[in-house]
C-alpha cells in the first residue's frame, strides 16, 4: 500500500467509517454481555460495614468497661496523703476544675488527685532537668546567674502545662462530639418518630454513632443510664450539656426539658434543633473557609513569593551576568 493511497480521502473515510460502527457494537454488545456487579458490590460493602461495627463496637464496649473502672477505682494512698496533706484542693483546684475533667473524659475522684500531684510535680521534674543540662552539659561560659533564670523559666512553665494538656484533651474531645452530634440527633429524630422512647433512642444511637464518636457514644450511654435512676429527668439532661461543653448538645437538652415541662411532642421539638444544628454546622464550615484568604497571606509571602520572583529574576540574572563575562 502506498503514500498515495494511504492519504486518499476514501481510506480516510473507510477508516473513520470502521471506528465509528466498531464503537457503535461495542456500545451495544457491552451491556449485554458484562455482568451485573452491583449485588456483589453491595453484599461486600455490607459485609465490611458490619465487621467495621462490630470492631467499634467491640472498642466502644472496652472503652466503658475500662471507663466503669475507672469510676470504681480510687486514688493511690500515698497520693490522697499527699493532696490532703499540703491541701492542694483549696490550693490549686477550683468549683470548674472537676467539670473540666469531666469535659475531658475523666470521671469519678482519681483524676482529680492525678492532676493536682501532676501540677506540682512537672514543674519540679523539669526544673531538676534543666538544673542537670545547665551546669553539666552547657559550656562554662554562660554565666551562673543567666543559667539559673532559664531553669526557673522552664520550671515555671511546667506549672502551666496540665492546664495546657487539659485544655487541648477538652478542645479536642469537644471537637470529636460537635461533628458527630447533627448525625446523631437525626438517629435520635429517627428512633423518636418511630414510637421508640427517649431513654431506647438514646441507647439506640450510642450503639450506632459509636462508629463515628466514640466519645459520643460514651456520653448517651451514661445520659441513659442517669434517665433510669435519677429522680429528675432534667439532671440527667443538664448533666449531658455540661459533660460535653457542646453549644448543640446544650441547646437540644434545652427543647428536651422544655418539650417535657409543657407537654409538647419530642419529635416536634428534635426536628427543629436538627435542622438548626445542620445549618450551624454548614456556617461553620462557611466561617473556616472564608478564614482561608487571610491565614494563607503569610506562608504565601514567606514561601511563594521568594520562588516566584526567583524563577522571573533568573534569566534577566543570568543574562546580565552573560554581559558581564563577554
Known sequence: M?????????????????????GTIFSLVMPLVSR?????????????RAKIRAQERARLQANQNASKAALRNQPKAQMKSLVDRLNLKQALADETTQDKLRMAGYRG???????????????GVLLAVSLFYAFLVLPD??????????????????TFLPNIYLKNRIDKRRLNIQRAWPDALDLML?????????????QRVAEEVGVQSVDLAEE???TTAELSYLSERRSAYENLSKRTGVDGVKNVMMALIQAERYGTPVGTALRTMSDDTREQRMQMAEQKAASLPPKLTVPMILFFLPVLFFVIMSPAVMQVMDMDVF
Open 2 to 22: 502506498d503514500i498515495e493511497t494511504i492519504a486518499s480521502r476514501q481510506f480516510v473515510a473507510a477508516v473513520l467509517a470502521m471506528i465509528a460502527v466498531t
Open 36 to 48: 451485573d456487579t452491583l449485588k456483589s458490590r453491595m453484599k461486600s460493602v455490607a459485609i465490611e
Open 109 to 123: 475522684t482519681a483524676p482529680l488527685y492525678y492532676f493536682l500531684v501532676a501540677r506540682i510535680a512537672v514543674p
Open 141 to 158: 561560659t554562660l554565666p551562673t546567674l543567666t543559667k539559673i533564670c532559664i531553669c526557673l523559666a522552664i520550671g515555671g512553665l511546667g
Open 190 to 202: 429517627i428512633c423518636v418518630e418511630s414510637g421508640m422512647s427517649i431513654e431506647g433512642a438514646f
Open 220 to 222: 448517651l450511654t451514661l
